[in-house]
């Protein structure tokens, strides 16, 4: 069974930088794809990174300069570099992998918290 783990969350100021890390156990398919999605109270889940098969990362615009993802080579762990972060990326951040479509990924993490503050 794919079991996913995010770290890495927790309290930081306004343009202040954090790296979550998404660990992954259990057998997995060939290459399926990594993301990251977030959500904010009262706000719908949001595709805020992707990497897909080719190595292509993608972004959400609210995001775009600010966010990288990246993986370690040869290990089922990946990142999300978050710098000059704002009091609107705080949210619950959750990585998954393999792209049903669209935002939807068969594998979910159970999330940590990020709180930017002001």
């Known amino acids: 069974q794919v079991q996913l783990v995010e770290s890495g969350g927790g309290s930081v100021q306004a343009g202040g930088s954090l790296r979550l890390s998404c660990a992954s156990s259990?057998?997995?398919?060939?290459?399926?794809?990594m993301a990251w999605s977030r959500q904010a109270p009262g706000k719908e889940r949001e595709l805020v990174s992707s990497?897909?098969?080719?190595?292509?990362?993608h972004y959400a615009d609210s995001v775009k300069g600010r966010f990288t993802i990246s993986q370690d080579n040869g290990k089922n762990t990946f990142y999300l570099q978050m710098n000059s972060l704002k009091t609107e990326d705080t949210a619950v951040y959750y990585c998954g992998r393999c792209r049903m479509g669209g935002g939807a990924y068969k594998y979910w993490g159970q999330g940590t918290q990020v709180t930017v503050s002001s």
């Open positions: 990497l897909d098969n080719t190595g292509t990362a």
């Open positions: 259990g057998v997995i398919f060939g290459k399926c794809g």
